[in-house]
């Protein structure tokens, strides 16, 4: 019989969760895992989140996470996670349920669907400038592009125009999230217990527009591509039934906020901080990005034919993901008992997984601290399952192509429209578990003239 793998559980429940979330929020998450491999190796157990679980990193890691068989290995999540998302999220489902729910999904965020959104994008970005850069000498980088990503995800995909209501939304939704990584302990002066009723309360919102969308779409005829939600209602099987239950839409809009939302602000504040740092890749994107805005006429929107010319921003988008990854790792439970690099994972315990290591492996990329978009030129040359910023197998990021567009859409009009300098010279950042400027990245800017 096989052992189990080397590590202590830590104190009792806890576990060293808060050890692990304290070096997130100094920005020593990497090191703190760095030093369990040097301790123990590329496979350990401790207890995270109240559960027994395994860590394991490297390549074979990576791919085994993203390609297991789903009676192996389910992608249920920590507890806090599944309490304030709910039970019918995608990230929950397995097998067919999981590709039931994930195809409608994808039916609004393939980029066939998403090439006629591109115009709608340009449109929330301007008037995002308008309203927060234009006429400022300084501006806080981070804060104003959660806002911006929050609004393309209201407008595009809940169909929820500015105004009082959206702005509750915002409100509660910044609650549930600051709870979902967290021990999950119900009392009332916890972070967890404060979004799981902020959570409700955007499942009572949801429900709510999905009552109003449903009249729109059946009874006054609008169109089921205005947004995700009157999508997700329009889609029905052969008898004509909806194809996704009342509770799998709204736990999956849900979803789709939290990892539509966080991930897209964190990867253009990165970039832009990055520009700042970086001269020559600046001029670079500029040069692109003014070639761009020199063959449109003024106002004119940005199209997709404009976006597949965009080769050397998104080759800069693509370094800051791999130095930088919104997302960090994540969590899968064992269904059975597993062999795995010569030790066994029992049924019902935990994998996590942190991807990001293998981007920062100078056996992988050389000079892994360097700044270097040029990497991405020839991107056969990256070895399978070692840059996975989206993740990969049939769970990759169905969001993709819309964090491309909206990462794109916002470069080309920061770049053209404004210079830039970073207020302090401090470079650190903390996870929380995103990552996060220190003081959410404050820059000095000056308005460009238009070419
Ligand atoms: C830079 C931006 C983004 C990054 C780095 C990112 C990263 C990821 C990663 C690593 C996963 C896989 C997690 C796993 O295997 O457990 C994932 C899944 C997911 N992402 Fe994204 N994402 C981004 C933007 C978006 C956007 C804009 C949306 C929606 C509009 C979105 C929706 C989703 C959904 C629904 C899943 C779950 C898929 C499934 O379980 O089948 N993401 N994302």
């Given at each position: 019989s096989q052992s189990l793998p080397p590590g202590s559980f830590g104190i009792p429940f806890i576990g060293q969760s808060l050890s692990l979330l304290w070096a997130m929020r100094a920005n020593t998450a990497e090191r703190w895992l760095e030093e369990r491999v040097k301790k123990y190796g590329p496979i350990s157990k401790l207890r995270l989140f109240g559960k027994p679980t395994v860590f394991i990193f490297g390549q074979a890691a990576n791919k085994f996470v993203f390609t297991s068989d789903s009676s192996m290995i389910s992608n249920q999540q920590v507890q806090s996670v599944r309490m304030i998302l709910g039970d019918r999220s995608l990230l929950e489902l397995s097998g067919e349920d999981h590709k039931r729910v994930r195809d409608s999904l994808v039916s609004f965020l393939k980029p066939e669907s998403l090439k006629q959104y591109v115009g709608r994008m340009d449109g929330e970005v301007r008037k995002h400038l308008e309203m927060n850069w234009e006429g400022k000498q300084k501006v806080t980088v981070l804060p104003l592009m959660k806002t911006l990503t929050f609004d393309i995800i209201c407008s595009l995909l809940f169909g929820l125009e500015r105004g009082a209501r959206r702005d509750e939304f915002v409100k509660y939704f910044q609650e549930m999230i600051d709870g979902m990584w967290s021990v999950p302990v119900n009392l009332p002066f916890t972070r967890y217990n404060r979004s799981l009723r902020a959570s409700a309360m955007v499942g009572e919102m949801v429900k709510d527009l999905i009552r109003e969308k449903?009249?729109?779409?059946?009874?006054?005829?609008?169109?089921s591509?205005?947004?995700?939600?009157?999508?997700?209602?329009?889609i029905r099987d052969k008898d004509n039934k909806q194809v996704l239950s009342e509770n799998e839409i709204v736990h999956n809009v849900?979803?789709?906020m939290v990892a539509g939302h966080d991930t897209s602000s964190v990867l253009i504040t990165f970039i832009v901080r990055l520009l700042a740092n970086n001269p020559t890749v600046y001029e670079n994107i500029l040069r692109e990005q003014e070639e761009i805005a020199k063959s449109k006429a003024s106002g004119e929107f940005i199209t997709w034919e404009d976006l597949a010319k965009m080769k050397y921003t998104w080759r800069v988008a693509m370094e800051t993901l791999r130095m930088f990854p919104p997302i960090f790792g994540g969590f899968r439970t064992t269904l059975k008992d597993i062999e795995y690099g010569g030790y066994l994972i029992p049924k019902g315990w935990q994998i996590f997984w942190a991807s990001s290591?293998?981007?920062?492996d100078g056996s992988i990329f050389q000079d892994p601290a360097k700044f270097d978009p040029a990497r991405f030129e020839n991107q056969a040359s990256v070895p399978p399952y070692c840059f996975?910023?989206?993740?990969?197998g049939p769970r990759i990021c169905p969001g993709y192509e819309f964090a491309r567009i909206e990462t794109l859409v916002t470069m080309h009009y920061l770049i053209t429209r404004f210079t830039w300098k970073l207020c302090c010279n401090d470079d650190s950042f903390s996870r929380d578990p995103m990552p996060v400027p220190t003081q959410g990245l404050p820059i000095q800017i000056w308005p460009r003239k238009l070419v």
């Open positions: 449903r009249v729109e779409f059946e009874q006054k005829g609008a169109s591509h205005q947004d995700l939600i009157t999508c997700l209602l329009s849900m979803l789709v290591m293998t981007h920062m996975v910023p989206f993740g990969g």
